[in-house]
């Protein structure tokens, strides 16, 4: 009789459990059926309110920053694959930002919907710092050799040094150019802390020197020699600058200055 009322109860336990169970299961069908009923209902919501709406549709391309692309937001666009009349939401930014990111002479850029018909694109563009091969080559590289079209930038190449002795044949936009790293470190190093200096061409006839045409303030244009493999460019500037003073000074007319001997100039 005692086993009997023990099954029994065992029995209640064990249904109590799958009740329990198929509430369990029955409240997270529900819940997953609600939760898929809203996403539909923001689905065609988004649509009918955004990707569907007549009001939002793309027709002003508006260009910020400083440079070529300002000036030319039309050819921008068609790069990056803009059309005119399409809805705003059904453009996909990070697409676009890709396409533009693909543009040789962009560094960095942003893009933002604004309501209700406006796209804003915001480029930096990469500075032009060396004329490539010639004058009047069509090829510039700014200052992490990045080779660049002359004719998409906007400051003007004229003043820019170039850098000479140097195969464009199979050059394109966007490539990286590595031979130009020593060149470039000189460039940029005037630039940014030695405005006295002026580059005004460089070859790179030698590959383990670069020969430089350079004027330091008002003295008389110099032919220098600068070891790609050196001491840092910033100690061969201040040395060479030293040297132009003191061959000044003591009436020196010779004006090649060799800094390939481990910091010592030799004035030719």
């Not at 710092?129 to 906007?154: F, Q």
């Not at 630039?191 to 061409?201: A, E, K, L, M, S």
Request: hydrophobic share 45%; charged share 25%; net charge positive.
């Amino acid at each position: 009789m005692a086993s009997t009322r023990q099954t029994s109860a065992k029995d209640k336990q064990t249904e109590q459990g799958r009740k329990k169970l198929l509430g369990a299961g029955l409240a997270v069908l529900v819940i997953v059926i609600l939760l898929g009923a809203a996403g539909a209902g923001i689905f065609f919501a988004r649509r009918a309110l955004f990707v569907g709406n007549p009001r939002l549709v793309l027709r002003e391309i508006r260009v910020n920053g400083a440079g070529y692309w300002r000036e030319n937001p039309g050819e921008l666009a068609a790069l990056a694959g803009l059309r005119i009349g399409t809805g705003l939401f059904e453009l996909d930014l990070r697409a676009i930002r890709r396409r533009i990111f693909d543009v040789p002479n962009i560094d960095n850029c942003s893009v933002v919907r604004v309501l209700p018909d406006l796209l804003v694109i915001k480029v930096t563009e990469r500075v032009p710092r060396a004329v490539l091969g010639r004058r009047g080559s069509p090829y510039v590289a700014d200052g992490d050799a990045v080779v660049m079209l002359r004719t998409r930038v906007m400051e003007s190449y004229r003043r820019l040094p170039v850098i000479t002795d140097i195969s464009l044949k199979n050059v394109r936009p966007g490539q990286v150019l590595k031979e130009l790293k020593g060149a470039m470190e000189l460039v940029m190093m005037t630039v940014r802390n030695f405005p006295d200096i002026t580059v005004y061409q460089i070859s790179l006839r030698n590959p383990r020197k670069l020969d430089v045409m350079l004027r330091y303030r008002h003295f008389p244009v110099s032919r220098v020699t600068i070891p790609v493999k050196n001491r840092g460019m910033a100690f061969m500037l201040l040395t060479l600058q030293s040297a132009i003073i003191n061959a000044r000074r003591t009436g020196e007319t010779r004006n090649h200055y060799d800094l390939s001997y481990d910091g010592k100039v030799v004035i030719h």
